[in-house]
């Protein structure tokens, strides 16, 4: 079922106008946040994982293999290294093809191959070829630490804030907030303010390669096509819920 209107979060429900809808139920619902409104970022940098997961955070320093991050809402948290895809120190001058592993690149000049040694709050140094070299972060735009994931093996729901920032867990519903059991974060909660759309995970919902060509057709096939349109809908229009039955 589909249904265009006033959705809240109230007392731990759902709500679609005057009828509850059990989250369980619930495929896609996207907020109040106009269309193509950007809201400003509290957080200067951003990081991508592996994952798929964009999480705005301020880069605070690197540590036996473990990048230090804090969200101005979530608080500080190490996270491993291997599960890093980018650092973006200007996420707003980022672009797709910034896409080269184990490579800084700059506002000014080729991009810079080589590893990261340290963060600091004015400085970023790495080891290229020409021994460590301690770089200005005025200076810097993205470090690429390996090429883009793939869509994560076990389904996840997934919830975007208004930061921009996406995450992936098991999404509730508390009182009048709503609620993510998160790997890194543990415990978020959020006012739906905080929150542009979230997509909750089905068994109706199949990633692209984990088919293989092997699927019957009228069944995988279109159920993929249909999440993806209905993905793009819900992420334009705002106050959309879409659900797995009628209402």
Same mark, same amino acid.
């Given at each position: 079922g589909r249904f265009s209107g006033t959705v809240k979060v109230q007392n731990g429900r759902l709500l679609a106008g005057?009828? +509850?809808?059990?989250? +369980?139920?619930?495929?896609?619902l996207t907020t109040q946040v106009p269309a193509g409104d950007e809201p400003r970022a509290s957080a200067v940098n951003a990081l991508r994982l592996v994952n798929g997961e964009y999480w705005r955070v301020d880069l605070a320093g690197l540590s036996n293999e473990s990048l230090i991050v804090r969200s101005p809402v979530l608080g500080e948290r190490q996270v491993d290294m291997a599960a890093v895809q980018a650092l973006e120190f200007v996420p707003e001058k980022t672009t797709r093809d910034m896409a080269r592993p184990g490579t800084m690149y700059r506002v000014r000049g080729d991009p810079?191959?080589? *590893?990261?040694?340290?963060?600091? +709050?004015?400085?970023?140094?790495?080891? =290229?070829?020409?021994?460590?070299?301690?770089?200005?972060? *005025? =200076?810097?735009? *993205?470090y690429v630490v390996r090429a883009r994931g793939t869509a994560p093996a076990v389904a996840l729901d997934e919830l975007c804030t208004t930061d921009g920032s996406l995450y992936h867990g098991r999404l509730a519903l508390a009182g009048d907030r709503i609620v993510m059991q998160h790997a890194v974060w543990g415990e978020m909660t959020m006012d739906p303010g905080q929150v542009r759309y979230f997509s909750r995970a089905s068994d109706r919902i199949r990633w692209l390669h984990t088919l293989q060509g092997k699927f019957e057709p009228g069944s995988a096939l279109l159920t993929l096509l249909a999440a993806a349109l209905l993905g793009r809908r819900c992420r334009r229009y705002p106050n959309y819920l879409h659900t797995t039955r009628k209402h």
């Open positions: 005057d009828r +509850e809808i059990k989250l +369980e139920d619930a495929l896609y810079l191959p080589g *590893s990261l040694l340290w963060i600091k +709050e004015r400085d970023v140094t790495v080891q =290229s070829l020409l021994g460590a070299l301690p770089l200005p972060r *005025s =200076s810097l735009v *993205s």
